[in-house]
């Protein structure tokens, strides 16, 4: 069975550092890989995904991400956070056949709390 | 284009009384995906719908809850008889037609259950 482990629980950064989030994943069939953004009382927002192809994806808001095959993993990144990034991040792996549609297996989320 | 719009966005009830999710999904989009959001936890997939049928509910608890995405209006997620460990935040997802496995999922803002 899929499965998406994101490794830290809440990630202090201060502002203009750089940020790493880490997610691994396990799955027995090719993979599909998203994260989402959810701002407090939001819901979730795309912020990039892996289909196929290069394997360094960028997304919005300067964030991106490298899938590594070989490692199982896709950290998300960016060189330079804003407080604005305050926010709890999740990382997603499709799973299903097609006509069973496109169910997500989310990780349990990394709170990143920027600060001044 | 609307966003995915969900109702209410807060819900109280007591043990006992029923409580009734409403999902619209985006314009254009038949697909719905449920999922519930427990506290400290990740998103947990509960039933995927297209217009009046039900594909996937394998993550739905076999008691109590229900869903129906009819051919007109929304998309209905029913709690019967809701209980304490019922409370958590409850998003609407949809997808365009075709879902397939990299398509995106367009998130709702959630509805909040409180069960007292």
């Known amino acids: 069975a899929q499965s998406v482990t994101q490794l830290d629980s809440q990630v202090p950064v201060f502002e203009e550092a750089p940020v790493e989030l880490r997610c691994n994943y396990s799955?027995?069939?090719?993979?599909?890989l998203f994260w989402y953004v959810q701002y407090p009382n939001q819901g979730l927002q795309l912020l990039l995904k892996y289909l196929s192809g290069s394997t360094l994806v960028k997304g919005i808001n300067g964030f991106e991400a490298e899938f590594n095959k070989s490692q199982t993993s896709f950290h998300l990144r960016k060189p330079s956070v804003h407080i604005s990034d305050t926010a709890e991040y999740f990382c997603a792996v499709s799973v299903g056949r097609r006509e069973y549609g496109n169910k997500l297996v989310f990780g349990a989320g990394t709170i990143l709390r920027v600060k001044s | 284009n609307a966003g995915v719009m969900q109702n209410p966005r807060h819900l109280v009830r007591r043990r006992g009384q029923e409580a009734r999710l409403r999902c619209s999904p985006m314009k254009g989009h038949s697909h719905v995906y449920w999922y519930r959001q427990l506290p400290e936890e990740g998103l947990k997939f509960m039933v995927y719908l297209q217009k009046e049928n039900i594909i996937d509910e394998s993550g739905m608890p076999k008691e109590r809850f229900s869903a129906e995405f009819p051919k007109e209006g929304p998309s209905i997620l029913r709690i019967q008889q809701v209980v304490r460990g019922d409370s958590a935040a409850y998003f609407c997802?949809?997808?365009?037609?075709?879902?397939?496995?990299?398509?995106?999922?367009?998130f709702g803002p959630g509805t909040r259950l409180t069960v007292t």
């Open positions: 799955s027995s069939v090719s993979v599909y």
């Open positions: 997802a949809s997808s365009p037609t075709g879902s397939h496995r990299s398509d995106e999922q367009y």
